[in-house]
């Protein structure tokens, strides 16, 4: 009968997102949910190329996108900021408003330069160690608590300018300029091959304040079922732009899922990524693609207004076709892959 396929059919589906909703919700039970207001970031953003080409400048601190408070860094910020006509910052103590082009979707896939990253001193959190024993900065003299502000004289504010100053830098002796215990103080040092001190340095949320909302077990429902739902709209949302030339450049198969996960195992990260590539699943296998469940649902659809079952050949062939395109868009996303670990 058409209402039990129908109930199959939609299985599939409910239960892949019902299993996002659910480990949504046991994540931030068990975790919470920890964030870094933007605000809270005194030294502002730095921001990739494609943006400073736009009106940014590094140190803005965003504040609102269009009339949207912006509370903290992450895709839907970005998202916000993408989809917005302007977008407020706080530049020297002055809020500045900043247009945003309507095509500043396309700019950030076709110039692969990603939109900012938080700003903040390099300060030694601790030495590392090489194969061949101490560190670069452990035989130079530097100490845990030491803040970098230039490399050979080269002032050096914020961590990736330390890093774009270093990789010009490889295997060389370089002047460090540092501040230990509020005294500027100055060392050489000779960084390795990649142009690397050797050093774990401080993060952005060890520097400045974050916020921590906990979640009782009935809580965290509610919580987990709005993160899911806000999580499909987004990723919904953003599906109009795989129909560019940009978009469908930027599509990924395995590679792109194995990169979605940290190098060093992380239990909160695995079961973030976990019920997201679920979500995906469920909307995927959603779309009306003869193949998938959603196509199914869609034949289903034109055979109950027919009062009558499509011939069978016919369905044959459109599964063949369809899946023929599936086998082609795996191919192509595959090549994709290949050619990102090619770059």
């Not at 599509?251 to 940290?262: D, K, R, V, Y």
């Not at 459109?318 to 868009?329: F, H, N, R, Y």
């Amino acid at each position: 009968p058409a209402g039990q396929r129908l109930m199959i059919m939609v299985a599939g589906v409910l239960f892949n997102f019902l299993l996002a909703l659910f480990i949504y919700s046991m994540v931030l039970f068990t975790w919470g949910d920890t964030f870094l207001p933007l605000k809270n970031v005194k030294a502002g953003m730095d921001y990739s190329e494609t943006f400073h080409n736009v009106g940014f400048q590094d140190g803005d601190i965003l504040l609102k996108a269009d009339d949207t408070e912006l509370e903290r860094f992450g895709e839907d910020c970005f998202r916000r900021v993408l989809n917005a006509q302007t977008v407020t910052v706080l530049r020297g103590g002055v809020e500045t408003v900043i247009p945003i082009p309507e095509d500043m979707a396309q700019r950030v896939m076709r110039d692969k330069k990603g939109f900012a990253s938080y700003r903040f001193p390099m300060v030694v959190r601790e030495l590392g160690k090489t194969e061949s024993g101490e560190s670069p900065a452990a035989v130079a003299g530097l100490q845990p608590g030491d803040s970098i502000v230039s490399i050979n004289g080269i002032v050096t504010p914020s961590f990736y300018e330390v890093g774009e100053v270093l990789a010009q830098n490889k295997d060389k002796d370089v002047l460090v300029g540092f501040y230990r215990a509020g005294i500027p103080q100055t060392l050489t040092l000779h960084t390795d091959t990649a142009g690397k001190m050797g050093i774990y340095s401080v993060s952005p949320f060890d520097m400045y304040q974050t916020v921590t909302r906990k979640y009782g077990f009935f809580e965290s429902f509610p919580a987990g079922v709005m993160l899911g739902v806000n999580t499909l709209k987004g990723y919904v949302s953003d599906m109009k732009y795989v129909f560019t030339k940009e978009g469908a450049s930027s599509l990924g198969g395995f590679g792109t899922i194995g990169s979605l996960f940290p190098a060093e195992w992380d239990w909160h990260s695995f079961w973030m990524k976990t019920a997201f590539l679920s979500i995906i699943l469920a909307f995927m296998n959603i779309l009306p693609i003869p193949a998938l469940d959603g196509g199914q649902l869609v034949i289903l659809g034109i055979e109950g207004l027919m009062g009558r079952s499509l011939a069978r050949g016919l369905k044959e062939k459109l599964g063949a076709v369809s899946m023929a395109l599936l086998l082609l868009l795996a191919v192509y996303v595959t090549m994709n892959d290949i050619g990102r670990l090619g770059g």
